[in-house]
C-alpha cells in the first residue's frame, strides 16, 4: 500500500511539473464613442500556468462579448445556415458527435471536429497544427469549402450591414468599421475563455474531492509508461496527454494505418517524416467527445484502447518510438494490459467530465436581433 502511494504520489507531481444552453438575445447598443476597455477577468488553476494572451488582443469585456455572438452567428457561412457552434456544440465539449465535421449544403469535412477546452493554452491549432494562433485558426473554417464556405470579404459586409454589429466593434475595439482582423481577433477573445478545469478530478486535484479506488488506479495507469523489468504496469497514455491539461501539445502517429489517406502534420511541413502524425488533444471532458481520433474512426473509448492495446500497426511510417516499444511484458509485442487495467483507465477518463463547463451560461449561444 505504501509503494502505491508514493507511485501516486510521484505521478500528481510530475502532473503538475508538466502543466508548470438557453438562447439570449441581444439588441443592438446605441453608437457610442470608445471608452476605457474593461479588461476581462479570466478565472484558470494555478497548476495550469498562466496562458499566453497575445499583446495586440487582449482579452476585455466587450471583446468577449462580442466573440461569443459571432461564434454562434450563422452570418459567417457562405448559404447563412451554420455558425461555430453549429460544430462546436457547448453540450459535446465543444464538438458535434460526428466522425466528419458536416458543412455548408451537407459537404462533409476531411477530419473530426476538435474539441475547445482551454485552446488558450494551445500552441498550435487544427489536427495538423497548421495555425500557430487562435487568430490564424479562426479563418480556416470560415473559408474552407467544406465547412463554412464563405468568402471573408463578403462576411465583413454583412456584419457591417447588421446594425448591431457596429456598435459592439466599435465599443469592443474602439471603431464601428468591421474588418476580418478584428472579426478573428473577437473570435478568438471568446474561445480564449472557454476554460475546463472544474471535473470530478480537478476537485481531487485541488483537494476537494476524494476519487474511487479504481479511478485513483486508472490514474495512475494512465501516466505510467510501463516497465516490466522493473514490474511497473503502465498504460502509456500520460506520454502524448500528460500535464494537468491532459495534452503536451505534440505531434504523433499512433499507429493507425499503414498508408497514409492524410499526411497530417506532413502535409504542412512538407517532411515525409511528419506523414500520418496529428497532434495529440487534450483529453478533457472525451467521454462526451466520441468518436476519436482525426477521422473519428472509434466510436467509444473502449475501442480506442483496444486500439493502442492490441492494433498498433508495428510497420505504420513514422510510429511514434514510445508507442512502438510499450508493452507490460518483457520483450511484448503488444501493451497487453489487462481488461481490468483497460477498465479502470476508462473510469478515470470519465472523471474528466467537467459538468460545470458543459452548462457554463457564459459560453452559451447568444444572438444579435
Not at 137 to 164: G, K, Y
Not at 185 to 191: E, I, N, T, V
Not at 284 to 311: Q, S, W
Amino acid at each position: 500500500m505504501s509503494t502505491r502511494l508514493t507511485l501516486l504520489t510521484a505521478l500528481l507531481s510530475v502532473f503538475s511539473f508538466w502543466s508548470c444552453q438557453k438562447e439570449e438575445s441581444l439588441s443592438a447598443p446605441e453608437p457610442e464613442e470608445p471608452e476605457e476597455a474593461v479588461i476581462y477577468d479570466l478565472t484558470f488553476p494555478k497548476r495550469f500556468g498562466s496562458p499566453t494572451i497575445p499583446a495586440n488582443n487582449p482579452l476585455t469585456q466587450a471583446g468577449v462579448d462580442l466573440g461569443r455572438v459571432l461564434f454562434y452567428e450563422k452570418k459567417l457561412s457562405g448559404d447563412n445556415t451554420l455558425s461555430c457552434g453549429s460544430c462546436h456544440q457547448q453540450k459535446l465539449a465543444f464538438t458535434d458527435g460526428k466522425a466528419f465535421g458536416v458543412g455548408v449544403g451537407g459537404k462533409i469535412a476531411k477530419r473530426s471536429t476538435m474539441a475547445l477546452a482551454n485552446v488558450a493554452y494551445n500552441t498550435s491549432f487544427n489536427w495538423d497544427g497548421a495555425a500557430a494562433t487562435l487568430e490564424e485558426q479562426a479563418r480556416f473554417p470560415l473559408e474552407n469549402p467544406l465547412e463554412m464556405n464563405q468568402n471573408i470579404e463578403e462576411a465583413v459586409r454583412e456584419l457591417q450591414s447588421t446594425p448591431a454589429y457596429p456598435p459592439l466593434f466599435q465599443k469592443a475595439f474602439g471603431t464601428s468599421t468591421i474588418t476580418a482582423d478584428l472579426l478573428f481577433k473577437a473570435l478568438s477573445q471568446f474561445q480564449r475563455i472557454l476554460i475546463s478545469a472544474n471535473s470530478p478530478f480537478d476537485q481531487y486535484r485541488d483537494g476537494f474531492k476524494t476519487l474511487p479506488p479504481e479511478e485513483i488506479e486508472g490514474f495512475m495507469l494512465f501516466m505510467t509508461h510501463p516497465d516490466p523489468a522493473q514490474n511497473i504496469r503502465g498504460g502509456n497514455c500520460g506520454d502524448c496527454h500528460g500535464s494537468d491539461l491532459t495534452s503536451l501539445q505534440q505531434f504523433h502517429n499512433n499507429g493507425l494505418d499503414l498508408t497514409f489517406a492524410d499526411n497530417g502534420r506532413g502535409a504542412v511541413t512538407g517532411r515525409s517524416t511528419d506523414n500520418g502524425k496529428f497532434k495529440a488533444p487534450s483529453i478533457r471532458n472525451i467521454a462526451l467527445t466520441a468518436p476519436y481520433m482525426h477521422d473519428g474512426r472509434f466510436k467509444t473509448l473502449e475501442e480506442v484502447l483496444d486500439h493502442y492495446n492490441e492494433h498498433i500497426q508495428a510497420n505504420s511510417p513514422n510510429l511514434d518510438p514510445l508507442i512502438m516499444e510499450a508493452s507490460n511484458q518483457t520483450r511484448g509485442k503488444t501493451l497487453a494490459l489487462t481488461a481490468e487495467e483497460k477498465a479502470k483507465i476508462i473510469k478515470f477518463l470519465h472523471t474528466l467530465t467537467d459538468e460545470f463547463f458543459i452548462q457554463d451560461k457564459r459560453f452559451s449561444e447568444k444572438l444579435v436581433k
